[in-house]
């Protein structure tokens, strides 16, 4: 029960957060004409695939958190344990890269350069996210496991073996 009260607050929270960058997304085509770039007709079946594998990441990240760590993507509800399975066993920040696909698949999916250029930004402002908050609040929650896991997983790589 506990577990399905914790999923139920990922799905609120992972739904809205997504809603939100699509809307922001949506907002910004506007600029589309300032570009004067039209991307071709075919982009839109590459954007399918990129939004199908950005969203069956970001589903995994999201399932792992609740299952193995017992909270939710949300820094007001995070993990309870520390998670170095599933995606996270082969890079630091699979939800972001997951979602930076999903991001850039919309984008050529609506065919606009603007998304695109908003995808960009959205990965300059998560990395600075990652390096400033994340992964100092991480350190001091979880410690010597945490400084392990960051010397054998890379932050934006993924690699399919860890350093021994």
Same mark, same amino acid.
């Given at each position: 029960?506990?577990?399905?009260?914790?999923?139920?607050?990922?799905?609120?929270?992972?739904?809205?957060?997504?809603?939100?960058?699509?809307?922001?997304?949506?907002?910004?085509?506007?600029?589309? @004409?300032?570009?004067?770039?039209? @991307?071709?007709?075919? *982009?839109?079946?590459?954007?399918?695939?990129?939004?199908? *594998?950005?969203?069956?990441?970001?589903?995994?990240?999201?399932?792992?958190?609740?299952?193995?760590?017992?909270?939710?993507?949300?820094?007001?509800?995070?993990?309870?344990?520390?998670?170095?399975?599933?995606?996270?066993?082969?890079?630091?920040?699979?939800?972001?890269?997951?979602? *930076?696909?999903?991001?850039?698949?919309?984008?050529?999916?609506?065919?606009?350069?603007?998304?695109?250029?908003?995808?960009?930004?959205?990965?300059?402002?998560?990395?600075?996210?990652?390096?400033?908050?994340?992964?100092?609040? @991480?350190?001091?929650?979880?410690?010597?496991?945490?400084?392990?896991?960051?010397?054998?997983?890379?932050?934006?790589?993924?690699?399919?073996?860890?350093?021994?």
């Amino acid at each position: 029960m506990r577990n399905l009260l914790v999923a139920l607050r990922a799905a609120i929270f992972d739904a809205a957060f997504l809603l939100l960058w699509f809307w922001v997304a949506l907002g910004v085509r506007a600029f589309d @004409l300032t570009f004067g770039i039209q @991307l071709p007709g075919w *982009m839109r079946g590459v954007g399918n695939i990129l939004m199908a *594998m950005g969203g069956a990441v970001v589903i995994a990240c999201v399932g792992t958190f609740v299952v193995r760590g017992h909270g939710t993507p949300a820094p007001f509800d995070p993990p309870r344990q520390f998670v170095a399975v599933g995606p996270y066993k082969y890079v630091r920040n699979p939800m972001y890269i997951g979602a *930076m696909i999903l991001l850039v698949g919309f984008g050529l999916y609506q065919r606009s350069i603007s998304i695109l250029c908003l995808a960009l930004a959205w990965l300059l402002l998560v990395h600075l996210l990652v390096v400033f908050y994340e992964e100092p609040n @991480l350190r001091s929650r979880f410690g010597a496991e945490y400084e392990e896991y960051c010397r054998s997983v890379s932050r934006w790589i993924p690699t399919t073996s860890r350093p021994s």
